[in-house]
């Protein structure tokens, strides 16, 4: 049968070859040492016509100037068919620039493993090239350079959507086995270098993932010897971890940097010395293995073994391009995933070292927290909150938030924190601190704003002190289940500067709660902070009612289901959450008098002590209290020009406070051998459990703690 010849438009240097499926190893596209001829004017795309015989063979040779096309699943076109096109020929009422690039496809091209390719790229079941018999099932080599970048660009990807180490390395694997490989092998350094870091001591791979088709698609064999019946894991063939030695084949052939076949000779005693004794088990022989170096921005950082079927088509010299395509993109992720490691280690403990790791054990108060970041990948905010003992079993409730959640306001809140705390130990009023807190952002900078509540707990006058710059307010939960929003004035930030700040005094009766939060709690874009404000009221009356009116919900239980309000829109911004609850002090567990700056005031001070310990049936401890009341009021009435005070407290210990007018606290020294004084602190300090000395404003108070028999 007679074929339509029609000459062609050259449109590059590189034309379809005779016999070159689309099943050859080697690509559709071969480059041609014959020039091409030159097209006459006004001439039409070419078109060919397979005859049967053509068709049967698969192996009809083409004229120079046309094309003949492979037919599809084996089957011939009809005489009054419409001719197929060549790959770089073009319809000219269609398209007039036969130049146009094809997009490249977003995924990795599958490999050609089905009967109908198969058929078109083999003769009599065989590969065209190697002339081996294809099993069933089996991917085959990838057929053009085109699909080679196509794979390159869609692996890279891949590999560059991963952001820790795991997933970098699982897109190395994912992406390769099986459209490049049947099986890889991805060994690190251990530990990983960060950044300059220079590594000390031997060079250490360790094998980090193991990865290869699955039982159901491996032939009989898998990457054994015909002789192992079942196939065998490669992570128990293969050396869980292998030293580098300095010299070796090993070394040398990851000092070269490039990928290498295992049969090439500086890979010969390079394979064993990274896979074990047992490599011959594992690497299949010819060019079915490709050893890579994973070289990251300053140094080698591991290696990677690519790995082929017996059965299946060898590697060719231009999968060397594409496994050092791979092991760079792969090492240069690694390397970046070390570094994002590094400093989300450094922020996170940054924020955590920033934040009270436990919360003190405060007189008449009991406490609990929570903080959650505004997302997992950024740990660090601006969020901070504390509790502070103060002098005569008082505490300082703070919660602050610092605008921004980065490492800046961190860093801020970690310098606001330290001021709040150095201006609680002054027991200073609460406006006093926010207003020095308001000096020094100001001096941190223009832009450093900040909202902060500052609260101040009497267990003994079950009082509470409050004073706002520019916070959401607290909310107080009653014992008998009624939630409150308590009224204080809302304050300007800190930061503003030139703004007077103002101070109430609240009841605190036994049994309520107060929760102290940060505006990320009620506020999102999905609601505004007063109607966050009322769902965080409504939530703490229903779960108050819960336990009942007479018991109060369980604080760790109370700030759980407060976190559970958020939806999942609610989490812009970090939260951190602040509850006490009220238990005080009874006035019947307290002791208080005046003693007159004189001679006779210690022994008045022993008597004071000694009838308030029999009455609480505290007798075993009266030559301890008497003994330690008497050296610290001693001291106290030495100096003191107004009246010294003495408090008793009975909690779970017996506290003893001393407070007087003269500011300069008293020191723990030894006394020498011939000295008079100097053994009272020395006394106090070998008796007591805990003992201090806390500046106020117009004085000191020294106090002492002892446990109850």
């Not at 092991?327 to 996170?348: M, P, Q």
Request: charged content about 25%.
């Amino acid at each position: 049968m007679d074929s339509t010849r029609v000459t062609e438009h050259p449109t590059s240097h590189e034309r379809p070859q005779s016999g070159a499926g689309p099943a050859d190893a080697r690509g559709a596209v071969l480059r041609t040492q014959e020039p091409l001829r030159a097209a006459p004017a006004g001439a039409l795309p070419a078109q060919a016509r397979m005859n049967d015989a053509q068709a049967r063979t698969g192996d009809a040779a083409a004229e120079p100037g046309t094309a003949t096309p492979c037919p599809k699943n084996g089957d011939a076109p009809s005489e009054h068919a419409q001719p197929a096109l060549s790959e770089h020929s073009q319809p000219a009422a269609t398209e007039p620039d036969p130049h146009r690039p094809r997009p490249a496809p977003e995924t990795i091209p599958a490999q050609p493993g089905g009967e109908a390719e198969r058929s078109a790229g083999a003769v009599g079941g065989l590969e065209r090239r190697s002339g081996q018999g294809v099993p069933p099932g089996a991917p085959m080599p990838m057929r053009r350079d085109g699909d080679r970048l196509r794979f390159v660009g869609a692996a890279t990807r891949r590999i560059a959507r991963g952001i820790d180490l795991d997933e970098i390395v699982m897109g190395l694997c994912r992406a390769t086995v099986p459209t490049f490989s049947d099986a890889i092998l991805v060994y690190l350094r251990e530990p990983l270098p960060v950044g300059d870091e220079r590594p000390t001591g031997p060079m250490l791979l360790r094998l980090r993932r193991t990865d290869r088709i699955p039982e159901e698609r491996d032939t009989e064999g898998g990457f054994m010897p015909a002789l192992q019946p079942e196939p065998v894991d490669l992570a128990v063939v293969t050396a869980e971890q292998c030293e580098v030695r300095p010299g070796g084949a090993l070394a040398e052939v990851l000092r070269g940097v490039r990928p290498v076949f295992a049969d090439a000779p500086a890979a010969h005693d390079a394979l064993p010395e990274l896979l074990g004794p047992d490599a011959q088990l594992t690497v299949p022989t010819g060019q079915r293995a490709i050893l890579a170096p994973l070289r990251g921005r300053r140094r080698v950082i591991g290696a990677a073994v690519f790995l082929r079927r017996p059965e299946r088509m060898a590697f060719e010299q231009d999968d060397l391009l594409v496994a050092a395509q791979l092991a760079t993109h792969s090492a240069l992720g690694i390397d970046k995933a070390v570094l994002y490691g590094r400093e989300a280690y450094i922020a996170d403990e940054l924020q955590r070292t920033m934040l009270p790791e436990a919360l003190p054990k405060c007189t008449g108060v009991r406490l609990a927290h929570r903080y959650l970041p505004a997302a997992e990948t950024a740990r660090v905010g601006g969020d901070w909150y504390d509790a502070i003992p103060l002098p005569g079993s008082r505490v300082a409730l703070v919660v602050g938030d610092v605008m921004g959640h980065s490492m800046t306001s961190a860093a801020i809140m970690g310098q606001l924190r330290t001021t709040a705390q150095t201006l609680a130990g002054l027991d200073l009023p609460p406006q006093e601190v926010l207003h020095h807190l308001d000096e020094q952002a100001q001096r941190l900078g223009t832009d450093r704003m900040a909202t902060c509540l500052y609260a101040v707990y009497d267990p003994v006058s079950h009082r509470i002190t409050i004073a706002n710059a520019g916070h959401p307010p607290p909310v107080l939960l009653h014992l008998g289940g009624r939630a409150e929003v308590l009224r204080v004035p809302p304050g300007a930030p800190i930061g503003v500067g030139g703004v007077d700040f103002e101070a109430v005094e609240l009841d605190a009766p036994a049994g309520g709660t107060l929760l102290l939060y940060t505006d990320g709690l009620v506020e999102s874009r999905l609601r505004d902070v007063w109607t966050g404000i009322e769902q965080l009221r409504e939530k703490l009356a229903a779960t108050a009612q819960l336990t009942g009116p007479d018991h109060p919900p369980p604080l760790e239980a109370l700030c759980d289901e407060v976190l559970d309000m958020l939806g999942p829109g609610d989490r812009d911004d970090d939260i951190a959450l602040l509850a006490a609850r009220f238990d005080g002090i009874a006035p019947s567990d307290v002791a208080y008098w005046f003693l007159e700056p004189e001679e006779m005031a210690p022994g008045r001070a022993r008597r004071l002590a000694r009838h308030a310990l029999s009455r609480w049936g505290l007798e075993e401890l009266t030559d301890s209290v008497e003994l330690l009341i008497s050296e610290v009021v001693t001291n106290a009435v030495r100096y003191a020009t107004r009246p010294v005070t003495l408090r008793l407290l009975r909690t779970d210990v017996l506290r003893c406070e001393v407070t007087d007018d003269v500011p300069q606290l008293p020191r723990l020294r030894q006394a020498r051998a011939t000295d008079e004084g100097g053994r009272g602190l020395y006394l106090v300090n070998r008796l007591a459990k805990r003992w201090g000395a806390t500046r106020l404003s117009a004085g000191k108070v020294v106090w002492f703690e002892l446990n109850q028999a």
